[in-house]
Every structure is written in C-alpha cells, then in structure tokens.
C-alpha cells in the first residue's frame, strides 16, 4: 500500500519509512507531484493536521497522514500553540521565538507547558487522530544547544536536562513527536 506523508521533510520521512511495515510505502508530497506549501491556515494544533492530511486526500486522491506540533504555555493561556513556529513574526528564528516567550514570562511564576504533535491519518474514508503530549516547565533561559525551536527553555517533567540537551535517541523516547508516531506506527501495524 502507498501512504502519503504531507511534508517533503526528507529526514522525517525516511525515519517513518524504517518504523513501519515493509508492506507499506510512504510518498512524500514530491512524490505525488505536490509542491505547493500546504496553507496552515487552521486556529488549533489539530485543525493544521487535518488540514494538510485532507488537501491531499481531497485533491490526490491518496490515503494521507500529517502532522502539526506547538509548544502550549499555561499562564499564556496555550500560546504560542498553533502559532509557534511564528511566535515572533513569520521570517524570525528561533532565537526570537524563544526570547518572545522568555519576555512574557518575565514576572511569571506558573512556568507548566507542554509540547504537543497531532497526527491526522486519512484511510479507507475514516479518519484517524493520534495525540502525543509531553508536560514540562519553562526555564528562565536557554540550556543546551541541540535539537530545535524552544528545545532549549523546556525542560520535560521528571528530568534535570533541558530537551536541547538530550540525545535525538532520548528525545524521540519522551518527545509528544515519538509518542504520536508510535500510536501511528502501533495503528498500521495492527492492520
Ligand atoms: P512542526 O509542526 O513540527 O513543524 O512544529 C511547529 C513549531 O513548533 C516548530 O517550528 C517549533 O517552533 C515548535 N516545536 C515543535 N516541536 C518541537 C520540539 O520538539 N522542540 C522544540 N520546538 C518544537
């Protein structure tokens, strides 16, 4: 069987691609001839994934799975969220992103947070929603310098590191990204 992943990340792909059964092939949207930017234009994690998954269901006419994840900030009433590659402006870094956040929470003491990644399957006319969270603080500034996005300011429940300073491995054993794609790859597999 061939199932699309809505999103030409070529490295993302191909870790999914060595996850699941060998009986299914993984497209990415390349492959299928797509090249334009999916818009996000959804106001929830969830909305964006389906979204992405249903564009290409609708328009393609393949079975589909997308995801979106964000960082939701509780005395911030879950912003950045849906906005969180964005938080500082569309053509900002990282950096912005993090010290957008570190300057709301200046005189914050409630500093509960987590990641959040939906992934939204299109099979067989249903539609599937897979949900991985991971609860954590926010620091006062930046540890560590692997990974990505706010990686450095989040640190998960019951750990001293920060997620910037965690192994890919590590990561991918607590991150809400690996939480949701094993449900996924658990879901395909029992198929
Ligand atoms: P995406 O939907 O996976 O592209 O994630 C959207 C945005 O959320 C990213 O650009 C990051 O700003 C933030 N984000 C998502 N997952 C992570 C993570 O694992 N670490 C740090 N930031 C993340």
Redesign the pocket.
């Given at each position: 069987m061939q199932l699309v992943f809505a999103s030409n990340n070529k490295n993302k792909i191909k870790e999914i691609q060595q996850l699941i059964p060998q009986t299914i092939q993984i497209l990415s949207l390349e492959d299928i001839g797509c090249f334009i930017d999916i818009p996000e234009t959804a106001d929830t994690?969830e909305g964006?994934a389906i979204l992405k998954a249903d564009y290409v269901t609708q328009n393609y006419g393949y079975p589909c799975f997308a995801?979106?994840?964000?960082?939701e900030i509780d005395a911030l009433n879950g912003e950045?969220g849906v906005y969180?590659?964005r938080?500082a402006g569309s053509h900002r870094s990282?950096n912005d992103?993090i010290d957008r956040v570190l300057q709301k929470l200046q005189h914050e003491t409630n500093r509960k947070a987590n990641?959040k990644?939906v992934i939204c399957l299109n099979q067989d006319g249903k539609q599937y929603l897979f949900t991985g969270i991971v609860n954590g603080t926010i620091l006062k500034e930046k540890i560590g310098d692997q990974?990505?996005?706010?990686?450095p300011i989040?640190k998960a429940e019951g750990f001293s590191e920060t997620?910037a300073q965690l192994s890919l491995e590590k990561?991918a054993e607590i991150?809400?990204?690996g939480i949701a794609v094993r449900q996924l790859i658990e879901f395909l597999s029992s198929k």
């Open positions: 994690i964006n995801d979106d994840s964000g960082l950045p969180s590659a938080y990282d992103n990641f990644t990974g990505f996005g706010y990686d989040f997620f990561k991150s809400h990204r």
